[in-house]
C-alpha cells in the first residue's frame, strides 16, 4: 500500500490524473479488503485533490460520493481511536496496579468505563472496531475478576482473526496477545480441555512465518507461550517437570534482553519462583522471589506484594525463624503502604506471626483452623484476588498432610478431570 500510494503520487505529479485515479482505486479496493482505514483515507484525499483541481470527466456526482466516504471514514477513525485510547487506559491500570483490590476502586473503574466507552460501539462492524472493543471488555472483566467475561472477550477477540486469517499477517501482535489472553482466561476458570486446544494452536503458529518474520514476533510470541507452558504445569500439578523448562527460560531472557519489558521479566521471575515453591525447593524460590523484591520497579504493585509474602513463607517453611519477625513486620507494612492488605493476607500474616515460634510437629490443628477459614473466602469477590496469585489452600493441605504442593494439586486436578469424563 506504501508502495501503490507513492506511484499514484508520480503519476500525479507527471500530470498523468485519470492513471493516478485507477491507481487509487485499486488502493482503496485493497485497503478496504484489508481493514486498512488510514491508508484508504490517504488515497481518498489525493482522489478528492485530483477532482477539485483537475477536469478527469469521472463519474457524475463524483464529488458527493467523495464527500460521503470521506465523512464514514472520518467516522470510523474517530472510532476505533477512542476504543483504542480505552483499551490502552484500561491495560495501562492493569500494569499499574492489577486487579482491583475494593469496592471503591471497582466503582472506580466501573465509572471509567462507563464514561469513556462510545455508546454505540457494539453495534460497528469493522474489524478494528471490533478487536479494540474486545480488548477494551477483555480488560474490564480482567481487572474486576470477572473472568467469564473476560474469557467471552478474549474468544471473540480471537475469533475474529479465525474468520479473517489473512489478518493474523497483518496483525500478528495483536493475534498474539489475543491468544495469551485467551489461554489465560482458560487457566484461571482451569478449563484445562480448552486450555490444550488453544495451547497446540499457539505452538503451531510459532511455527509459522507470521510468527518468525520479526523479532518483535519472536520475542512476544516466546514470552506468552512460555507463560501457557508454566500455566500448564500449575494447572496439572506437575511442578517439578516444569522446571525443565527454567534453563530454556533464563537463555530466551538474556538473548532478549533489549526487547522485554521489565513487566514481562518480572512475570517470569514469580512463575519460576512459584514451580520452584511447589516442587518443595524453597531456597530456589527465594531466590527468584528476591530478583523481584531487590528490583526498584514501578508496576504491578500486586505482583511485588505477594512476591513479598510467598517470600515469607517460603522462610517460614525453612524454618529461618530469626528473621521471621521483621519480615512479617517488613511485609505488613509494604502491603499496608500499597494498599494491597486484604482479610485473607492478615489472616496469613496473623497466622505466621503466632506460630513461627512453635513446634512445626504441633501445628496440623492450626493449619487446618487456617484453611477452614481460608476456604470461606475463595468465592468472595473482594478476595478471590488473593487465590489467583498464591494457592493458599493446596499450601495449607500440603502442610496438613505432609506432602508436597504439587502433589495435592495433581490430586485435585485428576480428580476433576475424572469427573468431567463421568459427566
Known sequence: LHEQLDHARILYNKGLYRQSLKSLSRIKEMAKSHHQVTFWLQALILEKKIESLHITRSLENRAEELAVEVDELNFRLVMIGRLSNLALQLYGWYIRAGHVRNKAEEKAVREFYRKRLPTDAAVQTGFYEKLYLFQCQAWYGFILQDLLAYYRSCQRWVDLFHREPFMRKVEAQQYIKGMHNLLNAHFLLTNHERFMVALREFEHFQRSGEA?????????????????????????????????????????????????????????????????????????????????????????????????????????????????????????????????????EKEILVFLQKTFHKDPRKLKTDFRVLCDKLRKYEQDPQERRSFMYLDFVSWLESRIREVPVQDVIRERHLSSRKSAIGR
Not at 237 to 256: A, H, M, R, S, W
Not at 269 to 294: M, P, Q, V, W
Not at 301 to 327: F, K, M, P, T
Open 212 to 344: 518468525t518474520i520479526s523479532a518483535n514476533n519472536r520475542v512476544q510470541t516466546f514470552v506468552y507461550l512460555y507463560i501457557a507452558k508454566i500455566n500448564r504445569h500449575f494447572m496439572e500439578g506437575t511442578f517439578t517437570q516444569g522446571l525443565k523448562l527454567v534453563p530454556e527460560i533464563e537463555d530466551k531472557l538474556d538473548e532478549y534482553a533489549l526487547q522485554l519489558d521489565r513487566h514481562r521479566v518480572l512475570v517470569f521471575y514469580y512463575k519460576i519462583a512459584c514451580l520452584y515453591f511447589g516442587s518443595g525447593d524453597r531456597e530456589r524460590t527465594i531466590e527468584f522471589l528476591n530478583r523481584i523484591i531487590h528490583w526498584r520497579a514501578d508496576l504491578r504493585v500486586d505482583l511485588q506484594c505477594y512476591a513479598r509474602l510467598l517470600h515469607l513463607i517460603a522462610h517460614y517453611e525453612l524454618g529461618n525463624y530469626a528473621i521471621l519477625e521483621s519480615l512479617i513486620k517488613s511485609v505488613y507494612r509494604f502491603m499496608l503502604k500499597m494498599r494491597n492488605l486484604s482479610v485473607v
